[in-house]
């Protein structure tokens, strides 16, 4: 739905060109660092592709419920978990306080997260998931419905503090 968007367009060509030279100076014949995919997937394949990621780096800029954060959790292994490192500015990082919140705007942050979330150990990356995954499954989408159409029907009830000129 984005793709005839120019912005769009102008990262995807940052995106790509930048993997290409990371790739073209560090892969070998058996490792490539980046496998920079842009396209879309049946629902089952990426919900197996987050759940052999062992980490999911969401990084929005600004963003409202973020499902593929969410997704990202819900996907996951109980018994060996991936870890979610999640902006502090997107939405779901309200409710997903046990990701590895960063700054998108900083490298040295999101450095520090990745390399912090390949060094965590199996019973921490266990104690993060499982309250993100429960709030995963209480904070569904009807929750937020609700909560959405709680706020819209008190702001149609508060009085105006608009003065008219």
Not at 8 to 21: K, P
Not at 60 to 83: F, H, S, T, W
């Amino acid at each position: 739905s984005r793709e005839n968007v120019e912005s769009y367009q102008e990262i995807r060509a940052a995106l790509e060109a930048q993997s290409g030279r990371i790739n073209g100076a560090y892969a070998s014949a058996e490792w490539v660092p980046i496998r920079y995919v842009n396209q879309g997937y049946p629902r089952d394949e990426l919900a197996a592709m987050y759940r052999a990621a062992k980490i999911g780096l969401v990084t929005p800029l600004r963003d409202g419920m973020n499902l593929v954060a969410k997704e990202y959790i819900a996907a996951q292994d109980p018994a060996d978990p991936g870890v979610l490192i999640l902006s502090r500015f997107a939405g779901a990082a309200a409710q997903l306080k046990q990701a590895l919140l960063v700054n998108p705007y900083s490298a040295e942050d999101l450095a520090d997260a990745i390399a912090t979330a390949l060094a965590m150990p199996l019973d921490e990356r266990i104690a993060r998931w499982q309250p993100m995954m429960e709030n995963v499954e209480r904070e569904d989408v009807m929750w937020w419905m609700n909560c959405f159409i709680g706020h819209l029907r008190e702001t149609v009830a508060a009085p105006a503090d608009i003065q008219r000129t």
